[in-house]
Nanobody, 128 residues
Framework: VRVVESGGGLAQAGGSLRLSCTTSGLTEYEYTIAWFRQVPGKEREGLACVRTPDGHKRYADSVKDRFTISSDRGMTPVYLQLNSLKPDDTAVYYC??????????????????????WGRGTQVTVSS
């Protein structure tokens, strides 16, 4: 399984970026595809996820008003639109693929070690 993120870069505070996640080699029909981010020295933080093939979405409360996950019927590429960026959004952003049942976990679907397949990440840097 291969997971590849793209679209990161440098943005000014208040600006926007769109990240893309593509996958190959998946053999099942149903997955949870999630976006995480990580700052050195901090825990990996879950942001948003989509379930294939129904395309249902969930968000972390911390970003639900600014970030939007999208896809075509839950299939890749999966996009993460980052709006109203803040310097605190500076991080490496990762896409991860896990089993479908992760999507309905409570309190949230973002337990990072439950996702088996990860990309290498894309750097997002937001300047003030």
């Amino acid at each position: 399984v291969r997971v590849v993120e793209s679209g990161g870069g440098l943005a000014q505070a208040g600006g926007s970026l769109r990240l893309s996640c593509t996958t190959s080699g998946l053999t099942e029909y149903e997955y949870t595809i999630a976006w995480f981010r990580q700052v050195p020295g901090k825990e990996r933080e879950g942001l948003a996820c989509v379930r294939t093939p129904d395309g249902h979405k969930r968000y972390a409360d911390s970003v639900k008003d600014r970030f939007t996950i999208s896809s075509d019927r839950g299939m890749t590429p999966v996009y993460l639109q980052l709006n109203s960026l803040k310097p605190d959004d500076t991080a490496v952003y990762y896409c991860a693929v896990g089993p479908s049942w992760l999507f309905t976990q409570h309190p949230h679907p973002f337990v990072h070690y439950q996702y088996a397949n990860w990309g290498r990440g894309t750097q997002v840097t937001v300047s003030s």
